[in-house]
């Protein structure tokens, strides 16, 4: 018997054109309205006005929603995004309730959901529902420790897109952002994950203590043969909030940051993926508007390619934001249609000056909201570590009141 040909891509058609979603090679794609034709795709309500013209409106579903599965660990990072404990929540949902989110977003035509926590693989359930994910057409892809639960993650592994282990720092350097001096351990779960998985790479989230050895991180993710390394900026939300004063990047380092990394990147010759709070940091850079937008390079994004479910099911813009309103994940179709549901996030074109009349306030979106809400006081107000804003001279003064004094690097 001949084996089934499998698909060569899955789209969703928006108000511009069409997602494309494509598996050799793995990417999401935006195409316009001529290019989507052409791959056979039509809708009757197509504008010419929107043709080609992404984020004009808010897409139809997300591209991707992150489920924040439990919010157990055992680890305690001082640099956690959330409140993790070894006992997670009372409220949280069990697998017959993350099934029914994940059938929800199937019927939105979400392309992929990213499986955290706290530590997702403490949950014996997580293969059966990264199983049930893959079946019902959205990919799952995975964040975690490597200290715990690596035969579940294992188990899990054959229905996993990315998989992704979290390492801020190589041998003793591990430890600074930890309570456990436990590198060999996560030095171990990267080789067995690699072992089977080649879409295997790491997460760092970048402060000011590890900026000066990103590259030995790099050379230790070539080492392994990984796929990737994404750069996550430190936020003051969670546990983070405590440490941050003295663990964010100093101005300096944000403004040589695409120029540090994209050196490190080209002598490692690793793929490297930052997240949308660093899109200020690039813009900064000089770089035209159009060709980040030739490259689909967005900030925040938060109620529109993106959302997050927390543990006890409530739904967000972003997983560094609480919900704005009362919210079910089972209701999300509801909810994506409802202004309200994602509030700021929506609302990022009546942000404050400087970025108001920014030429990049398309694709920035005024930078990370949640820095700005912890730092600032106000997610309108503009992202206080962007080096656009801070050579402003109407902002700085604000700013500085908040920030502490930093040093070069």
Request: glycine share 8%.
């Given at each position: 018997?001949?084996?089934?040909?499998?698909?060569?891509?899955?789209?969703?058609?928006?108000?511009?054109?069409?997602?494309?979603?494509?598996?050799?090679?793995?990417?999401?794609?935006?195409?316009?309205?001529?290019?989507?034709?052409?791959?056979?795709?039509?809708?009757?309500?197509?504008?010419?006005?929107?043709?080609?013209?992404?984020?004009?409106?808010?897409?139809?579903?997300?591209?991707?929603?992150?489920?924040?599965?439990?919010?157990?660990?055992?680890?305690?990072?001082?640099?956690?995004?959330?409140?993790?404990?070894?006992?997670?929540?009372?409220?949280?949902?069990?697998?017959?309730?993350?099934?029914?989110?994940?059938?929800?977003?199937?019927?939105?035509?979400?392309?992929?959901?990213?499986?955290?926590?706290?530590?997702?693989?403490?949950?014996?359930?997580?293969?059966?529902?990264?199983?049930?994910?893959?079946?019902?057409?959205?990919?799952?892809?995975?964040?975690?420790?490597?200290?715990?639960?690596?035969?579940?993650?294992?188990?899990?592994?054959?229905?996993?897109?990315?998989?992704?282990?979290?390492?801020?720092?190589?041998?003793?350097?591990?430890?600074?952002?930890?309570?456990?001096?436990?590198?060999?351990?996560?030095?171990?779960?990267?080789?067995?994950?690699?072992?089977?998985?080649?879409?295997?790479?790491?997460?760092?989230?970048?402060?000011?203590?590890?900026?000066?050895?990103?590259?030995?991180?790099?050379r230790y993710a070539k080492r392994k043969r990984l796929n990737e390394?994404?750069?996550?900026?430190?936020?003051?939300?969670?546990?983070?909030?405590?440490?941050?004063?003295?663990?964010?990047?100093?101005?300096?380092?944000?403004?040589?940051?695409?120029?540090?990394?994209?050196?490190?990147?080209?002598?490692?010759?690793?793929?490297?993926?930052?997240?949308?709070?660093?899109?200020?940091?690039?813009?900064?850079?000089?770089?035209?508007?159009?060709?980040?937008?030739?490259?689909?390079?967005?900030?925040?994004?938060?109620?529109?390619?993106?959302?997050?479910?927390?543990?006890?099911?409530?739904?967000?813009?972003?997983?560094?934001?609480?919900?704005?309103?009362?919210?079910?994940?089972?209701?999300?179709?509801?909810?994506?249609?409802?202004?309200?549901?994602?509030?700021?996030?929506?609302?990022?074109?009546?942000?404050?000056?400087?970025?108001?009349?920014?030429?990049?306030?398309?694709?920035?979106?005024?930078?990370?909201?949640?820095?700005?809400?912890?730092?600032?006081?106000?997610?309108?107000?503009?992202?206080?570590?962007?080096?656009?804003?801070?050579?402003?001279?109407?902002?700085?003064?604000?700013?500085?009141?908040?920030?502490?004094?930093?040093?070069?690097?």
């Open positions: 018997m001949k084996k089934a040909k499998s698909k060569a891509f899955t789209s969703r058609v928006e108000y511009f054109g069409a997602i494309v979603q494509t598996f050799r090679p793995r990417a999401l794609t935006f195409v316009d309205q001529t290019r989507a034709k052409y791959l056979g795709l039509h809708s009757e309500s197509w504008d010419a006005d929107d043709d080609g013209m992404v984020g004009r409106k808010v897409l139809s579903a997300p591209l991707e929603v992150h489920l924040q599965l439990t919010n157990k660990c055992s680890v305690g990072c001082s640099t956690c995004y959330t409140n993790a404990t070894p006992k997670g929540l009372k409220s949280e949902f069990g697998i017959q309730e993350w099934k029914s989110v994940i059938d929800e977003l199937a019927a939105m035509r979400v392309f992929h959901v990213a499986l955290g926590g706290g530590e997702s693989a403490e949950l014996d359930f997580l293969p059966e529902l990264a199983e049930y994910a893959l079946s019902r057409g959205v990919i799952p892809n995975l964040t975690t420790s490597g200290l715990y639960g690596i035969n579940v993650v294992m188990e899990a592994l054959p229905f996993l897109g990315q998989v992704n282990v979290s390492l801020d720092g190589l041998a003793n350097r591990y430890g600074g952002t930890r309570r456990r001096e436990a590198f060999a351990r996560v030095d171990y779960a990267i080789s067995q994950i690699r072992s089977q998985k080649k879409e295997t790479g790491i997460n760092v989230v970048v402060h000011r203590e590890n900026y000066g050895h990103l590259r030995s991180i790099f390394v994404e750069l996550l900026r430190l936020k003051p939300t969670g546990r983070a909030i405590k440490p941050y004063r003295k663990l964010r990047c100093t101005d300096e380092q944000h403004k040589k940051f695409f120029s540090h990394v994209r050196k490190i990147a080209l002598l490692s010759n690793m793929r490297v993926r930052v997240d949308c709070s660093y899109i200020p940091m690039l813009a900064a850079t000089g770089a035209s508007v159009r060709t980040l937008e030739k490259f689909a390079i967005y900030g925040c994004t938060a109620g529109d390619w993106l959302a997050a479910v927390k543990a006890d099911g409530k739904i967000s813009g972003c997983s560094f934001a609480e919900p704005e309103v009362e919210s079910d994940a089972r209701n999300t179709r509801e909810l994506w249609r409802d202004e309200s549901s994602f509030g700021h996030f929506r609302r990022w074109r009546q942000i404050e000056e400087p970025c108001r009349s920014c030429d990049y306030l398309s694709l920035c979106r005024g930078g990370c909201s949640a820095v700005s809400r912890s730092v600032v006081g106000s997610s309108h107000s503009p992202d206080p570590e962007c080096p656009i804003v801070l050579a402003s001279a109407g902002s700085r003064s604000k700013i500085k009141k908040q920030l502490p004094v930093v040093g070069t690097i």
